[in-house]
């Protein structure tokens, strides 16, 4: 009996403290935002709206710019670049086959002279062109940006794939002509930090770094050297504390649409 009255005690203590944790938790949450898994779909389908991977696509990832880049920061062509790579390289893009011309290595689509793709490896019988639906490139457009797009012109996606507009579709395979690249690839190493929503804004944070000819950089277009990086001598095994310890901070900020989806507003460096 004489126990009673400390246990109790200790019982109040106890669940005074798991309502100050949940107290604190939701006015965190109130001022800061609910944090989401980095893994989440959502946050993984949202941060390839940046760019592909593949940095040969669309002139890599110019989202990652010193300061502040926003839709208006970016060419109309890296734009639609942007929505009609992330189509070529999924399950949407139909592949049909088409026979060369008889006098060149070429083919052409329909009656249009200005629509015309290399064969297969530049030698072979027929070219393998892949089908999109313009309607599919413009939702995938208005998914990223919540825009329209202006024009539906022809974008060279990567050094050597090339996309025509033509009547309902987009005709994309390899062009007449290729580009060499001369000297070092460059590499790219991103890892997301975390993610943040609050009210109609979701905020994914990550770090990111370039190498070209061993030299570290800040930003995809090599306006920003990160000399203490650049100075060590081997790269080769970067992880996610070498990335955080020498990477550049990047914000990328999500707004939720009046369809209920988040398309891409800006990116910051931080």
């Not at 100050?20 to 709206?49: A, E, M, P, R, W």
């Not at 208006?72 to 060369?100: F, G, H, R, T, V």
């Not at 599919?136 to 507009?165: G, H, M, T, W």
């Amino acid at each position: 009996m004489k126990n009673k009255p400390i246990i109790l005690k200790i019982i109040i203590y106890i669940v005074a403290i798991i309502i100050f944790s949940l107290l604190l938790l939701t006015i965190n949450t109130f001022i800061n935002g609910k944090q989401i898994k980095v893994n989440d779909k959502l946050i993984i389908d949202l941060y390839s709206y940046l760019g592909e991977n593949d940095l040969t696509y669309c002139d890599g990832l110019m989202t990652y710019q010193k300061g502040k880049t926003t839709y208006a920061d970016l060419d109309e062509p890296k734009k639609l670049c942007n929505a009609l790579a992330s189509l070529y390289l999924s399950d949407q893009a139909k592949l049909i086959q088409i026979d060369k011309k008889k006098k060149n290595n070429v083919c052409q689509i329909g009656d249009s002279e200005q629509i015309v793709f290399a064969t297969d490896n530049y030698e072979d019988e027929v070219c393998s062109v892949y089908r999109l639906n313009k309607e599919e490139v413009l939702k995938r457009y208005q998914q990223i940006y919540n825009q329209d797009i202006k024009n539906y012109e022809a974008i060279q996606i990567n050094n050597s794939n090339i996309c025509y507009p033509d009547g309902e579709y987009y005709y994309c395979g390899l062009s007449e002509t290729y580009t060499v690249t001369v000297g070092s690839v460059p590499k790219t190493y991103r890892n997301i930090k975390k993610a943040i929503q609050k009210d109609d804004i979701i905020k994914i944070t990550d770090y990111f770094l370039k190498i070209e000819n061993d030299k570290c950089y800040q930003d995809y277009a090599n306006d920003l050297e990160n000399d203490e990086c650049s100075k060590i001598t081997n790269k080769d095994k970067i992880d996610y504390k070498f990335l955080k310890k020498y990477g550049t901070v990047y914000e990328h900020t999500f707004k939720k649409s009046q369809n209920g989806t988040y398309y891409w507003v800006e990116t910051e460096s931080k």
